[in-house]
């Protein structure tokens, strides 16, 4: 065999499964439901990734603070957090194992963590070179919201911050 075709053959999965990933993430952020979520003071920066800010959704919570009766999951185990919009943002109203049957309902996947709590992984928002860092944000004037897309599974992909009721972009800019 030509060293060529080889080489393409032995890169063609590789390559494809890069492709499937990317394509699974866009896809996730155009077709899936668009939810704002409140959000705990933002962590700043970390001198090996870059600059980015670590958000803390409101919703990753204990489970002794959700309402109604609550699993008791092992750390790692797959937990869905059903939600409520109230006001300007939506709130956890449930914590279940299984996949809500209705697709209709609002509702994200998560993981159980050691402790009490759930993680979602959409957690890092990348700030431009230029940007602003959102952790200067004002509670009293809005803080910092968290707008996410959520697939039919339950994934959360963050999609952009809203920073004293503004995008991230236009409050950085508004800042400087």
Not at 18 to 24: F, T
Not at 26 to 35: F, M, N, Q, T
Not at 121 to 133: K, L, M, S, V
């Amino acid at each position: 065999m030509k060293p060529l075709v080889a080489y393409v053959l032995c890169s063609l999965p590789g390559l494809c499964a890069l492709s499937w990933m990317v394509v699974r993430e866009e896809w996730s952020v155009a077709h899936g439901r668009e939810l704002v979520l409140d959000t705990r003071p933002v962590d700043p920066m970390s001198l090996f990734s870059g600059r980015y800010a670590t958000v803390n959704f409101a919703i990753d919570l204990a489970l002794s603070e959700v309402p109604g009766p609550v699993p008791r999951p092992l750390p790692g185990t797959r937990v869905y957090t059903w939600l409520e919009q109230r006001g300007e943002w939506w709130v956890p109203v449930r914590v279940t194992l299984e996949k809500p049957a209705d697709p209709a309902a609002p509702f994200v996947r998560g993981e159980f963590q050691y402790g009490d709590s759930i993680h979602y992984n959409a957690t890092r928002f990348y700030i431009p070179h230029e940007g602003r860092d959102p952790a200067q944000a004002s509670r009293d004037k809005g803080g910092v919201q968290a707008r996410v897309s959520v697939d039919d599974s339950g994934r959360v992909r963050l999609v952009d911050l809203i920073v004293e009721g503004q995008p991230y972009q236009q409050w950085s800019r508004s800042k400087l």
